[in-house]
């Protein structure tokens, strides 16, 4: 159902930039946050621009026609609802995302403990313990993760802020 006002799009996992193009080719209103990171490579770290949201992209339709083409874009999944019912979003609410990205130099993002989940092979990047691999075993709060280092079987806590830990891939 068709409601005036930003909507919240969830799209294909790392498609938001694609189907912001196929929207700005629509001309239909939609707004991605992006934010720059350091990214490592196994040559080389490189500032890479990012969703702040992972896998959504908001939306402005204008008329039912737009919301449905919206929907109807590569990569696009499906609105998200609420009860049922669409879940819009304050115009507010956008205009504050907007402003806190205009500013990089005064925020700090970071990752969250959710965009890490258990069994995930982590690397320590920064500080003191940089180098440190392992299985991310448990959450103790944002600034400490209980770490299962590879060959010697046994689990430590770190207490190390979660921009200092980093994914990696365990070439199986």
Same mark, same amino acid.
């Given at each position: 159902?068709?409601?005036?006002? %930003?909507?919240?799009?969830?799209? &294909?996992?790392?498609?938001?930039?694609?189907?912001? @193009? /196929? #929207?700005?080719?629509?001309?239909?209103?939609?707004?991605?946050?992006?934010? %720059?990171?350091?990214?490592? %490579?196994?040559?080389?770290?490189?500032?890479?621009?990012?969703?702040?949201?992972?896998?959504?992209?908001?939306?402005?339709?204008?008329? /039912?026609?737009?919301?449905?083409?919206? #929907?109807?874009?590569?990569?696009?999944? /499906?609105? $998200?609802?609420?009860?049922?019912?669409?879940?819009?979003?304050?115009? &507010? @609410?956008?205009?504050?995302?907007?402003?806190?990205?205009?500013?990089?130099?005064?925020?700090? #993002?970071?990752?969250?403990? *959710?965009?890490?989940?258990?069994?995930? %092979?982590?690397?320590?990047?920064?500080?003191?313990? !940089?180098?440190?691999?392992?299985?991310?075993?448990?959450?103790?709060?944002?600034? &400490?993760?209980? $770490? /299962?280092?590879?060959?010697? *079987?046994?689990?430590?806590?770190?207490?190390?802020? $979660?921009?200092?830990?980093? !994914?990696?891939?365990?070439?199986?």
């Amino acid at each position: 159902m068709y409601i005036t006002g %930003w909507h919240a799009l969830y799209t &294909k996992s790392r498609s938001e930039k694609k189907v912001k @193009e /196929r #929207l700005d080719s629509l001309k239909i209103e939609s707004y991605l946050p992006l934010y %720059w990171v350091e990214r490592k %490579w196994s040559d080389r770290m490189k500032k890479v621009e990012v969703p702040l949201f992972n896998s959504y992209i908001f939306v402005k339709p204008k008329s /039912r026609v737009e919301y449905f083409a919206a #929907l109807q874009c590569d990569g696009a999944v /499906r609105f $998200i609802t609420l009860e049922g019912k669409a879940n819009i979003i304050p115009d &507010k @609410e956008i205009d504050t995302l907007r402003l806190l990205l205009s500013k990089p130099s005064e925020i700090q #993002l970071e990752p969250s403990i *959710e965009s890490f989940a258990k069994g995930e %092979w982590v690397e320590i990047s920064n500080g003191p313990l !940089k180098g440190i691999m392992g299985e991310l075993v448990d959450f103790r709060g944002q600034h &400490k993760f209980l $770490i /299962r280092v590879g060959a010697l *079987e046994q689990s430590i806590v770190v207490n190390v802020p $979660i921009s200092q830990i980093a !994914k990696v891939k365990v070439n199986s």
